[in-house]
């Protein structure tokens, strides 16, 4: 896998270029994130395109990556609207061929989204507080 073109793909990703997730996944590639999972280069292309429906100003920033021949680690950013960020973690698993063959995304859900709704938010905030050691 070419490590920097892949970077550059998802830096880079437009409703357009979505159509080009083939070069890069395998065709039964897996993806998980904390809402859903697929099978299939379809189905992830079709969370992506879905992506740029439902969000403002989609946008990925990859701070750090960690690899070798078989799997990497990518740190991002996921930027969106007016200044909102969400922190998370690829894990890439690659086939044979040097695409994807698995893809899992880490990132907190309540921490990063849910507590940045109003009254969820103050809600999650207090019971993360009260947990606190």
Known sequence: MDLDALVRFYQEL????????????AEDAWFKDPFQEVRGVAA????FAHMF???????????????DDRSAMLVWEF?????????????LR???DGRIAYHRDYWDAAEE?????????????????????
């Open 14 to 25: 437009t409703p357009a270029s979505v159509a080009r997730f083939p070069e890069f996944y």
């Open 113 to 133: 989204l849910y507590e940045k709704l109003p009254v969820l938010g103050i809600l999650l905030r207090r019971l993360r507080r009260a947990l606190a050691a």
């Open 79 to 91: 930027r969106y609207g007016r200044g909102q960020c969400i922190r998370g973690v690829s894990h």
């Open 53 to 67: 429906r439902q969000v403002e100003e989609p946008r990925f920033v990859v701070g750090e990556r960690l690899a």
């Open 44 to 47: 992830i292309q079709r969370i």
């Open 94 to 96: 690659f086939a044979a």
